[in-house]
């Protein structure tokens, strides 16, 4: 690719990743605008008498006595300048309160992923071209966990082995073993439907003449299944796992929230009921990043995985 044609993919992609985080941090503010409640209300905490010059005084500090309009140019203003704000309740800088409560959340979704993609992969290849009966069952399984709330599979996960087989903690991130089931409540959902985009492909590829000729050679059918028609399926798979994982954040509000474990997901909960808009924004905008940079390392295993990509 010769560096024009190459300038120009660079600035698309920067000006659509402008346009991502703005749309979110336009539609978080609407959102929050629209929740009922008084933010000074909620700062000064429940049963506390203030007069109202003082809570006017606090709304000027914060900019919330002028007109909307004006609160969301400025705020825009601040964000160019990578400053998030300060939270209304906890009283402390934004991108501190995000930079303490990441990693627990980073760490909940690389893991449920990290399963996810296993559990798919290995239901995929041991079920596509098989026996229509366990095709059928595994599909079952399958659209059982989707369709399935991932709180409720948290509390049934809960239920048998931490209250009952006594396994696995009830709560918290002491260790390793704490993060084994709020993982799998996570992984269960993605496993279904990755699987099943998986196993099509899988079985699409299997009737290629490519997965012929390697028979013909004498390869046997497992490692025609992974050798060379699981790397033809995977490009759909890598496409719905970039999508996905921008999941992972909506679905660890609530993981965190039965689990009772630290992370973006309580802060999430925390800044919403409290109506704290630099927080809950500042978590939309950290959302809607991880979003843009996983759809340019989507694009660039797209050619890692499909040599017929890489042209230029």
Do not use: C
């Not at 933010?39 to 919330?64: C, D, N, S």
């Not at 993605?190 to 699409?204: D, I, S």
């Amino acid at each position: 690719m010769t560096p024009a044609p190459l300038f120009r993919a660079v600035a698309k992609r920067l000006a659509g990743a402008a346009a991502v985080l703005l749309g979110a941090a336009t539609v978080a503010f609407t959102a929050l605008q629209l929740i009922p409640g008084d933010p000074v209300t909620v700062m000064l905490g429940p049963g506390t008498a203030a007069t109202p010059e003082i809570k006017a005084q606090i709304r000027a500090q914060y900019g919330l006595d002028q007109p909307v309009a004006l609160q969301y140019l400025h705020y825009l203003g601040n964000l160019v300048r990578g400053d998030f704000g300060e939270s209304y309740q906890l009283q402390r800088p934004v991108a501190d309160l995000i930079a303490e409560q990441l990693w627990p959340t980073v760490q909940l979704a690389l893991a449920a992923l990290a399963l996810a993609v296993v559990l798919a992969v290995t239901a995929a290849v041991a079920t596509a071209g098989r026996r229509p009966a366990l095709r059928a069952v595994a599909t079952l399984l399958e659209l059982l966990t989707v369709s399935s709330p991932p709180y409720w599979i948290g509390i049934l996960l809960l239920t048998a082995f931490s209250f009952q087989l006594r396994v696995f903690p009830v709560a918290g991130d002491q260790d390793l073993s704490a993060l084994v089931l709020p993982a799998l409540t996570l992984a269960l959902p993605l496993t279904g439907v990755l699987a099943q985009v998986l196993r099509e492909g899988l079985e699409a590829a299997l009737g290629q003449p490519f997965a012929l000729t390697a028979r013909s050679r004498g390869l046997s059918v497992t490692a025609v299944r992974l050798r060379h028609a699981l790397r033809h399926a995977a490009v759909p798979l890598v496409t719905l796992v970039g999508w996905l994982t921008g999941s992972l954040l909506g679905g660890a509000v609530l993981v965190e929230t039965v689990f009772a474990r630290p992370g973006i997901g309580a802060l999430t909960l925390q800044g919403t009921t409290n109506k704290d808009m630099p927080l809950v924004i500042g978590v939309v905008l950290l959302s809607a990043l991880v979003f843009v940079v996983l759809s340019t390392l989507v694009d660039l295993l797209y050619t890692v995985i499909d040599p017929r990509l890489r042209t230029g």
